[in-house]
T-cell receptor, first 114, second 112 residues
Framework: ETGVTQTPRHLVMGMTNKKSLKCEQHLGHNAMYWYKQSAKKPLELMFVYNFKEQTENNSVPSRFSPECPNSSHLFLHLHTLQPEDSALYLC?????????????FGPGTRLTVT | DAKTTQPPSMDCAEGRAANLPCNHSTISGNEYVYWYRQIHSQGPQYIIH???NNETNEMASLIITEDRKSSTLILPHATLRDTAVYYC?????????????FGKGTTLSVSS
């Protein structure tokens, strides 16, 4: 499945570093999402962008900063992270406005904070 | 919070049908039932969805009870590659910008 791509696939960063995760969807969708999946936990919704506007921030700490410059690209800027932020970060997209929808996920970025 | 209840784990022999149950007793009239699965360390993958009629596609069948309070995902001939966590999710139709809320799902282990 190459409809939603994420880079990098793996990232190791120190607590004082600044890095960014990138997501790109090639499906013509108008909504994009960031999810976090910690070890042995369910996926947690972080942010929702609908038509490039942020419509949901699920009480995410400010050390995570999303950016959606257009409907095809989504970034997650990271700074001063904690070891407990180590997780799989998943991006997804969907086409809103249909009666039903499918959410397409990228392969994820495996983040390790040291 | 997830609005569904699923068994934490199930086992299935390769080649046999895998029947994964889901309880959604508080489902509303305009909510669809969706099934996704997540193979280890990959992004979740859409499988099937339904409102009130039974549905079938190339991956699976979805059986929804008449009162819509529960459903069953059926993988007719499970293979080792079907080993994954399966999520049952309910979501209203036409609710723009509302993401899927995942629960803990059912870990299906298919063995030879």
């Amino acid at each position: 499945e190459t409809g939603v791509t994420q880079t990098p696939r793996h990232l190791v960063m120190g607590m004082t570093n600044k890095k960014s995760l990138k997501c790109e969807q090639h499906l013509g969708h108008n909504a994009m999402y960031w999810y976090k999946q910690s070890a042995k936990k369910p996926l947690e919704l972080m942010f929702v962008y609908n038509f490039k506007e942020q419509t949901e921030n699920n009480s995410v700490p400010s050390r995570f900063s999303p950016e959606c410059p257009n409907s095809s690209h989504l970034f997650l800027h990271l700074h001063t992270l904690q070891p407990e932020d180590s997780a799989l970060y998943l991006c997804a997209s969907s086409q809103e406005g249909r009666v039903y929808y499918e959410q397409y996920f990228g392969p994820g970025t495996r983040l390790t904070v040291t | 919070d997830a609005k569904t209840t699923q068994p934490p784990s199930m086992d299935c022999a390769e080649g046999r049908a895998a029947n994964l149950p889901c309880n959604h007793s508080t489902i509303s009239g305009n909510e669809y039932v969706y099934w996704y699965r997540q193979i280890h360390s990959q992004g979740p993958q859409y499988i099937i969805h339904g409102l009130k009629n039974n549905e079938t596609n190339e991956m699976a069948s979805l059986i929804i009870t008449e009162d819509r309070k529960s459903s069953t995902l059926i993988l007719p001939h499970a293979t080792l590659r079907d080993t994954a966590v399966y999520y049952c999710i309910v979501r209203p139709a036409n609710q723009a910008g509302t993401a899927l809320i995942f629960g803990k799902g059912t870990t299906l282990s298919v063995s030879s």
